[in-house]
């Protein structure tokens, strides 16, 4: 009888009953990596019963992971390809499901004594595609920009090539890190530097006000020029699962989605969806 109900227990805990947790792995974004962990800690405070895993290493190895079925979400600074979601198709049967969580202006980096206060988007692209190569060009100082990037397996080195490079490569000067702090770190001790990434890592750097065009305002990546869409380079963040979200997945995700979770965005230093 005794040995009978030890079987008996030992399987109400495999099936997530007798105080077993629910575990939900996410994985992905280095961008989101630090949102993730702060809705995880928050979440989890409230319930006991569910643990969340949350790892980085940047938006392609997460939707990899998605694609391999090693991870519940994957966290992504940038849209999946289509190349991406038929990989899932073939494994899964299913294009995923995308959401929207946060949106961010992503952000041109420079020292703060470097002079330069503003770039039109034609002048970052020159400058990352090394056709611009001294800040003497874009109205600074008679010195060579050193560039800082993002390593491609980013989100953010995807999105700035697609978007600001119009696909164009980088030049191969760019120096290129494996985080947005350690592009943060760099350009903040090099005067002549310039980076890019999320707008909630500026910490002893200044964010470049950007213009579309020669003609028109520049704007800082700042909440109401996010809100209003004048800062020319804001993007959403996105979570990806393969499948409708159910159970403690949808909890959790609705949670984020809710004025409690999105608080948590404009704490970390992101914007809200809603």
Not at 3 to 26: E, H, P, R, Y
Not at 84 to 102: P, Q, W
Not at 151 to 159: K, Q
Not at 234 to 244: A, D, V
Request: proline share 4%.
């Amino acid at each position: 009888m005794k040995k009978l109900l030890l079987v008996v227990i030992s399987l109400l805990v495999s099936f997530g009953f007798m105080g077993s947790k629910n575990t939900i792995t996410v994985k992905g974004s280095d961008t989101m990596v630090i949102l993730a962990q702060r809705w995880a800690e928050q979440y989890m405070a409230k319930h006991g019963d569910v643990n969340i895993q949350v790892t980085g290493g940047g938006s392609g190895v997460g939707i990899s992971a998605l694609i391999n079925g090693t991870t519940d979400i994957c966290n992504s600074s940038r849209p999946m390809k289509s190349s991406e979601r038929e990989k899932l198709k073939t494994r899964f049967n299913t294009l995923g499901v995308e959401i929207k969580c946060a949106k961010d202006g992503l952000s041109v980096y420079l020292s703060e004594s470097n002079p330069v206060k503003e770039l039109t988007l034609d002048q970052i692209k020159k400058i990352y595609t090394g056709q611009t190569k001294n800040w003497s060009e874009v109205g600074g100082p008679n010195a060579k920009i050193n560039i800082y990037g993002r390593e491609n397996s980013s989100g953010t080195y995807v999105y700035f090539k697609d978007f600001v490079l119009s696909g164009q490569d980088f030049t191969p000067s760019m120096q290129s890190l494996p985080g947005t702090a350690a592009v943060v770190n760099a350009v903040s001790k090099d005067k002549y530097a310039v980076g890019f990434g999320g707008a909630a890592y500026a910490k002893g750097i200044k964010f470049a006000k950007v213009k579309k065009d020669a003609s028109s305002p520049a704007y800082e990546p700042n909440a109401e020029n996010v809100k209003s869409g004048n800062y020319p380079i804001t993007r959403f963040l996105y979570m990806y699962t393969q499948s409708r979200p159910t159970g403690a997945m949808k909890d959790y995700i609705d949670w984020i989605l809710s004025p409690e979770g999105q608080s948590w965005v404009v704490k970390v230093g992101y914007f809200p969806v809603k």
